[in-house]
């Protein structure tokens, strides 16, 4: 069992940033990697960033060098910092935990880019 819940979400005017967290507990199986989702009105979900239990970090083209995820280990909990947020990053973000056994989601949360 693997319990993700994010937070962070919410409005914010084009320029502007957000730090996404994913809180991770009730951990049972190793976790290989961490990632970021997105999904916009009538658009498939995409892949934004992941972290590896190893510390490899990739992103997707249309965020890169505005995003960046990391993690805090003692608090068990990963991050996203957005800068230069645009209106076409607006979606709900979701956490993903991969594991050995199979895939972990989170509820989701609301970001919304908008004057």
């Known amino acids: 069992q693997v319990q993700l819940v994010e937070s962070g979400g919410g409005l914010v005017q084009p320029g502007g940033s957000l730090r996404l967290s994913c809180a991770v507990s009730?951990?049972?199986?190793?976790?290989?990697?961490m990632g970021w989702y997105r999904q916009a009105p009538g658009k498939q979900r995409e892949l934004v960033a992941t972290?590896?239990?190893?510390?490899?970090?990739n992103y997707a083209d249309s965020v890169k060098g505005r995003f960046t995820i990391s993690r805090d280990n003692a608090k068990n909990t990963v991050f996203l910092q957005m800068n230069s947020l645009q209106p076409e990053d607006t979606a709900v973000y979701y956490c993903?935990?991969?594991?050995?056994?199979?895939?972990?989601w989170g509820q989701g949360t609301q970001v919304t880019v908008s004057s």
């Open positions: 972290l590896t239990s190893g510390g490899n970090t």
């Open positions: 993903n935990a991969d594991t050995t056994y199979r895939p972990f």
């Open positions: 009730r951990s049972i199986f190793v976790i290989n990697a």
